[in-house]
């Protein structure tokens, strides 16, 4: 069983940054794609960014494309989210996600372990 524990959530203001880390245990994180989904109020789940297991590539919902950052720490079991230039509209709850599969999937019905999320809010 696989434990994701989100933090570095808060309050900041529009243009501020935010770095959210995820931390895996109970299992193999090496072997992972790791994600990163919100959720606002009132809207489904969407994909922000995911990362494979085998040659970290990255992946991005265009509306982050150039403002996020996600990377990997596999010797800490983490997995992190630098969130620059943030706008309102980023306001959620974020989720990290781990998927035991190979390809790396936005679906996040794809994905097998999930962390109780970590609230941000951008005020303008």
């Known amino acids: 069983q696989v434990q994701l524990v989100e933090s570095g959530g808060g309050l900041v203001q529009a243009g501020g940054s935010l770095k959210l880390s995820c931390a895996a245990s109970?299992?193999?994180?090496?072997?992972?794609?790791m994600g990163w989904f919100r959720q606002a109020p009132g809207k489904e789940r969407e994909f922000v960014a995911a990362i494979s297991w085998r040659d970290y590539k990255t992946y991005y919902v265009d509306s982050v494309k150039g403002r996020f950052t996600i990377s990997r720490d596999n010797a800490k079991n983490t997995v992190y989210l630098q969130m620059n230039s943030l706008k309102p509209e980023d306001t959620a709850v974020y989720y990290c996600?781990?998927?035991?599969?190979?390809?790396?999937?936005?679906?996040?019905?794809?994905?097998?372990?999930w962390g109780q999320g970590t609230q941000v809010t951008v005020s303008s």
């Open positions: 109970g299992g193999t994180f090496s072997t992972y794609v």
């Open positions: 996600a781990a998927d035991l599969r190979v390809l790396v999937r936005t679906d996040s019905s794809s994905y097998d372990y």
